[in-house]
Protein backbone atom coordinates (compact mmCIF):
# COMPACT_ATOMS: atom_id res chain seq x y z
CA UNK A 1 0.00 0.00 0.00
CA UNK A 2 2.58 2.23 0.88
CA UNK A 3 4.34 1.79 -2.83
CA UNK A 4 0.87 2.69 -4.15
CA UNK A 5 0.93 5.84 -2.04
CA UNK A 6 4.21 7.10 -3.64
CA UNK A 7 3.30 6.16 -7.08
CA UNK A 8 0.12 8.32 -7.14
CA UNK A 9 2.01 10.86 -4.89
CA UNK A 10 4.45 10.53 -7.75
CA UNK A 11 1.80 10.60 -11.34
CA UNK A 12 0.15 13.43 -8.97
CA UNK A 13 3.73 15.58 -8.69
CA UNK A 14 3.77 14.64 -12.39
CA UNK A 15 0.54 16.36 -13.45
CA UNK A 16 1.46 19.39 -11.97
CA UNK A 17 4.88 19.22 -12.83
CA UNK A 18 3.50 19.51 -17.08
CA UNK A 19 0.66 21.65 -15.79
CA UNK A 20 3.29 24.37 -14.37
CA UNK A 21 5.24 23.98 -17.47
CA UNK A 22 3.04 24.36 -19.65
CA UNK A 23 2.10 27.78 -18.55
CA UNK A 24 5.48 28.86 -18.42
CA UNK A 25 6.32 31.46 -21.43
CA UNK A 26 8.09 29.63 -24.60
CA UNK A 27 10.77 30.70 -26.71
CA UNK A 28 9.36 32.44 -30.00
CA UNK A 29 12.52 32.03 -31.80
CA UNK A 30 15.74 29.97 -32.17
CA UNK A 31 18.73 31.75 -30.67
CA UNK A 32 21.14 29.28 -33.44
CA UNK A 33 22.38 31.91 -36.24
CA UNK A 34 21.48 30.08 -38.96
CA UNK A 35 22.18 32.68 -41.46
CA UNK A 36 24.63 32.88 -44.40
CA UNK A 37 27.82 34.79 -43.69
CA UNK A 38 28.31 37.12 -47.13
CA UNK A 39 31.12 35.85 -49.18
CA UNK A 40 33.76 37.96 -49.52
CA UNK A 41 35.89 38.77 -53.05
CA UNK A 42 38.00 36.09 -52.02
CA UNK A 43 35.94 33.63 -51.07
CA UNK A 44 34.58 34.09 -54.49
CA UNK A 45 37.86 33.34 -56.35
CA UNK A 46 38.22 30.09 -54.24
CA UNK A 47 34.76 29.17 -54.74
CA UNK A 48 36.09 29.57 -58.74
CA UNK A 49 39.12 28.00 -58.52
CA UNK A 50 39.31 25.46 -56.41
CA UNK A 51 35.38 24.47 -54.73
CA UNK A 52 33.18 24.45 -57.72
CA UNK A 53 35.89 23.09 -60.16
CA UNK A 54 37.84 20.87 -57.97
CA UNK A 55 36.03 20.11 -54.58
CA UNK A 56 38.26 21.48 -52.39
CA UNK A 57 37.72 23.76 -49.69
CA UNK A 58 40.50 26.29 -48.63
CA UNK A 59 40.08 27.32 -44.89
CA UNK A 60 41.99 30.52 -43.78
CA UNK A 61 39.89 31.66 -41.16
CA UNK A 62 40.62 30.59 -38.14
CA UNK A 63 38.91 27.08 -36.84
CA UNK A 64 40.52 25.78 -33.53
CA UNK A 65 39.11 22.35 -34.75
CA UNK A 66 41.48 22.21 -37.68
CA UNK A 67 44.36 22.62 -36.08
CA UNK A 68 46.95 21.45 -33.02
CA UNK A 69 45.87 23.40 -30.41
CA UNK A 70 49.57 22.55 -28.33
CA UNK A 71 50.88 24.61 -30.95
CA UNK A 72 51.63 28.24 -31.46
CA UNK A 73 49.83 28.53 -34.59
CA UNK A 74 47.61 31.88 -36.21
CA UNK A 75 45.85 32.59 -39.31
CA UNK A 76 47.35 33.70 -42.52
CA UNK A 77 47.48 37.61 -43.35
CA UNK A 78 44.70 38.08 -45.33
CA UNK A 79 46.43 39.58 -48.31
CA UNK A 80 48.95 36.10 -48.37
CA UNK A 81 46.14 33.87 -49.01
CA UNK A 82 45.45 34.42 -53.03
CA UNK A 83 48.75 34.27 -54.03
CA UNK A 84 49.96 31.36 -52.06
CA UNK A 85 46.87 29.31 -53.51
CA UNK A 86 47.70 31.12 -56.87
CA UNK A 87 51.04 28.93 -56.53
CA UNK A 88 49.14 26.15 -55.08
CA UNK A 89 47.39 26.19 -58.47
CA UNK A 90 49.31 27.01 -61.32
CA UNK A 91 52.50 24.64 -60.12
CA UNK A 92 50.39 21.38 -58.75
CA UNK A 93 46.98 21.64 -59.64
CA UNK A 94 47.64 23.37 -63.60
CA UNK A 95 50.64 20.80 -63.99
CA UNK A 96 49.11 17.51 -63.27
CA UNK A 97 45.79 18.70 -65.04
CA UNK A 98 48.02 19.03 -68.41
CA UNK A 99 50.22 15.69 -67.76
CA UNK A 100 47.66 13.95 -66.21
CA UNK A 101 44.10 14.32 -67.75
CA UNK A 102 42.21 17.51 -66.62
CA UNK A 103 40.22 15.19 -64.31
CA UNK A 104 43.19 13.74 -62.39
CA UNK A 105 43.01 16.69 -59.60
CA UNK A 106 39.50 16.70 -59.57
CA UNK A 107 39.51 12.32 -59.02
CA UNK A 108 42.64 12.17 -56.49
CA UNK A 109 43.00 15.20 -54.37
CA UNK A 110 42.63 16.45 -50.73
CA UNK A 111 39.40 18.01 -50.14
CA UNK A 112 40.67 20.44 -47.49
CA UNK A 113 43.44 22.87 -47.45
CA UNK A 114 43.65 24.78 -44.22
CA UNK A 115 46.22 27.77 -43.86
CA UNK A 116 48.43 28.70 -41.53
CA UNK A 117 50.42 32.27 -40.83
CA UNK A 118 53.75 31.17 -39.05
CA UNK A 119 55.60 28.22 -38.50
CA UNK A 120 55.20 25.25 -36.91
CA UNK A 121 58.06 24.17 -34.49
CA UNK A 122 58.51 20.87 -33.11
CA UNK A 123 60.41 20.37 -29.72
CA UNK A 124 62.99 18.99 -31.48
CA UNK A 125 64.31 22.01 -33.22
CA UNK A 126 62.46 20.44 -36.47
CA UNK A 127 59.86 22.63 -38.42
CA UNK A 128 56.72 20.96 -40.05
CA UNK A 129 56.21 22.89 -43.11
CA UNK A 130 53.00 20.97 -44.10
CA UNK A 131 50.63 17.69 -42.88
CA UNK A 132 48.72 15.25 -45.02
CA UNK A 133 45.59 13.46 -43.01
CA UNK A 134 43.77 11.00 -44.30
CA UNK A 135 44.09 12.22 -47.94
CA UNK A 136 41.71 14.38 -47.40
CA UNK A 137 43.15 17.63 -45.48
CA UNK A 138 46.21 19.18 -46.24
CA UNK A 139 47.90 21.98 -43.82
CA UNK A 140 49.97 24.30 -45.44
CA UNK A 141 52.27 26.78 -42.86
CA UNK A 142 54.40 29.78 -42.94
CA UNK A 143 51.96 31.48 -45.75
CA UNK A 144 52.85 34.47 -44.30
CA UNK A 145 56.51 33.97 -45.40
CA UNK A 146 55.64 33.05 -49.06
CA UNK A 147 57.25 35.22 -51.24
CA UNK A 148 56.27 34.46 -54.97
CA UNK A 149 59.41 36.56 -56.51
CA UNK A 150 62.12 34.10 -54.45
CA UNK A 151 62.42 30.85 -56.62
CA UNK A 152 64.05 29.08 -53.62
CA UNK A 153 60.99 30.46 -51.34
CA UNK A 154 58.39 29.35 -53.62
CA UNK A 155 60.59 25.84 -54.36
CA UNK A 156 60.20 25.32 -50.31
CA UNK A 157 56.55 26.01 -50.19
CA UNK A 158 55.85 23.87 -53.57
CA UNK A 159 58.02 21.10 -52.12
CA UNK A 160 55.24 20.98 -49.30
CA UNK A 161 52.60 20.84 -51.18
CA UNK A 162 54.16 17.89 -53.84
CA UNK A 163 55.32 15.72 -51.27
CA UNK A 164 52.08 15.54 -49.46
CA UNK A 165 50.28 14.69 -52.73
CA UNK A 166 52.75 11.92 -53.10
CA UNK A 167 51.33 10.91 -50.09
CA UNK A 168 47.65 10.92 -51.28
CA UNK A 169 48.61 9.02 -54.20
CA UNK A 170 50.26 6.43 -52.36
CA UNK A 171 47.25 6.05 -50.36
CA UNK A 172 45.53 5.36 -53.50
CA UNK A 173 47.63 2.91 -55.37
CA UNK A 174 50.51 1.95 -53.29
CA UNK A 175 54.16 1.98 -54.27
CA UNK A 176 56.24 -0.97 -54.18
CA UNK A 177 57.32 -1.17 -51.30
CA UNK A 178 59.38 -4.32 -50.79
CA UNK A 179 61.87 -3.24 -53.96
CA UNK A 180 62.10 -0.05 -52.07
CA UNK A 181 62.73 -1.39 -48.44
CA UNK A 182 65.61 -3.30 -50.30
CA UNK A 183 67.83 -0.20 -51.30
CA UNK A 184 69.33 1.27 -48.23
CA UNK A 185 67.18 -0.90 -45.59
CA UNK A 186 69.90 0.72 -42.76
CA UNK A 187 69.62 4.20 -43.43
CA UNK A 188 66.26 4.97 -41.72
CA UNK A 189 66.08 6.47 -38.41
CA UNK A 190 64.24 9.06 -36.05
CA UNK A 191 67.11 11.04 -35.91
CA UNK A 192 66.70 11.89 -39.69
CA UNK A 193 67.58 15.69 -38.48
CA UNK A 194 70.92 15.76 -36.82
CA UNK A 195 72.45 14.63 -40.55
CA UNK A 196 73.73 17.38 -43.08
CA UNK A 197 72.08 16.67 -46.22
CA UNK A 198 75.56 15.82 -47.94
CA UNK A 199 75.92 13.07 -45.41
CA UNK A 200 72.55 11.84 -45.99
CA UNK A 201 73.00 12.01 -49.81
CA UNK A 202 76.13 9.62 -49.69
CA UNK A 203 74.19 7.32 -47.84
CA UNK A 204 71.47 7.23 -50.68
CA UNK A 205 68.91 9.14 -49.58
CA UNK A 206 67.76 12.65 -51.61
CA UNK A 207 67.30 14.59 -48.42
CA UNK A 208 67.74 14.05 -44.50
CA UNK A 209 63.73 13.80 -43.59
CA UNK A 210 64.02 10.71 -46.58
CA UNK A 211 65.50 9.05 -43.91
CA UNK A 212 62.58 8.28 -41.60
CA UNK A 213 60.85 5.77 -43.46
CA UNK A 214 60.45 4.27 -46.94
CA UNK A 215 57.48 6.35 -47.38
CA UNK A 216 58.51 9.66 -46.60
CA UNK A 217 61.60 8.39 -48.76
CA UNK A 218 59.79 8.05 -51.98
CA UNK A 219 58.29 10.85 -51.47
CA UNK A 220 61.02 12.99 -50.56
CA UNK A 221 62.43 11.55 -54.13
CA UNK A 222 59.05 12.25 -55.95
CA UNK A 223 59.08 15.67 -54.70
CA UNK A 224 62.60 16.45 -54.64
CA UNK A 225 62.69 15.81 -58.46
CA UNK A 226 59.61 17.42 -59.45
CA UNK A 227 60.68 20.89 -57.76
CA UNK A 228 64.29 20.79 -59.50
CA UNK A 229 64.94 21.39 -62.86
CA UNK A 230 66.80 18.64 -64.95
CA UNK A 231 69.98 20.78 -64.35
CA UNK A 232 69.61 21.12 -60.78
CA UNK A 233 68.87 17.63 -60.18
CA UNK A 234 71.77 16.51 -62.18
CA UNK A 235 73.95 18.96 -60.13
CA UNK A 236 72.53 17.19 -57.04
CA UNK A 237 73.73 13.79 -58.46
CA UNK A 238 76.63 15.08 -59.36
CA UNK A 239 77.44 16.08 -55.59
CA UNK A 240 77.12 12.35 -53.93
CA UNK A 241 80.78 11.01 -53.95
CA UNK A 242 79.59 7.88 -52.79
CA UNK A 243 79.03 5.23 -56.09
CA UNK A 244 76.61 3.37 -53.99
CA UNK A 245 74.86 6.09 -52.53
CA UNK A 246 74.16 7.10 -56.17
CA UNK A 247 73.47 3.89 -57.47
CA UNK A 248 70.47 3.91 -54.53
CA UNK A 249 69.76 7.34 -55.60
CA UNK A 250 68.97 6.77 -59.30
CA UNK A 251 67.60 3.35 -58.62
CA UNK A 252 64.77 4.77 -56.08
CA UNK A 253 64.27 7.30 -59.09
CA UNK A 254 63.72 4.85 -61.34
CA UNK A 255 60.91 3.52 -58.93
CA UNK A 256 59.24 6.46 -59.02
CA UNK A 257 59.55 6.95 -62.40
CA UNK A 258 57.43 3.71 -62.82
CA UNK A 259 55.47 4.21 -60.37
CA UNK A 260 53.92 7.03 -62.09
CA UNK A 261 53.97 5.04 -65.34
CA UNK A 262 52.02 2.28 -64.16
CA UNK A 263 49.63 3.40 -61.15
CA UNK A 264 48.39 6.93 -63.37
CA UNK A 265 50.01 6.34 -66.80
CA UNK A 266 51.48 9.93 -66.26
CA UNK A 267 55.40 10.81 -67.77
CA UNK A 268 57.38 11.29 -64.65
CA UNK A 269 59.62 13.83 -66.50
CA UNK A 270 56.69 15.76 -68.42
CA UNK A 271 55.28 16.67 -65.27
CA UNK A 272 58.78 17.60 -63.83
CA UNK A 273 58.72 19.96 -66.97
CA UNK A 274 55.39 21.42 -66.93
CA UNK A 275 55.84 21.77 -63.33
CA UNK A 276 59.20 23.67 -63.78
CA UNK A 277 57.97 25.78 -66.56
CA UNK A 278 55.05 26.17 -64.24
CA UNK A 279 57.57 27.55 -61.49
CA UNK A 280 58.92 30.79 -64.30
CA UNK A 281 55.50 31.60 -64.97
CA UNK A 282 54.79 32.28 -61.44
CA UNK A 283 57.91 33.54 -60.51
CA UNK A 284 58.07 35.84 -63.65
CA UNK A 285 54.53 37.35 -63.28
Known sequence: ?????????????????????????????????????????????????????????????????????????????????????????????????????????????PREFVLVGGINLNTNGTVTLGLAEAGQKVTLFQVDNLNKKNRANVTQFI?????????????????????????TPTGYTTSWYTAAIATSRNLGFITSYARLSIYEDFAETAATILTSSKAEYDAILASVTDATAKANIKAK???????????FNIDFYALRDEAQKNTDFVINN
Open 1 to 109: MKIAKIYKAALMSGILLLASCAHEEQPKESWLDFSVPNKTELDKWIGVNFLDPYNINVYYIWNQNLVDNNRYLYPPKGDKVQPAMEVVKKIWIDSYSTIGGADFVKKIA
Open 159 to 183: HTIQHEYVHILNQTKPFDEQAWAKL
Open 253 to 263: EALVVKYYRDA
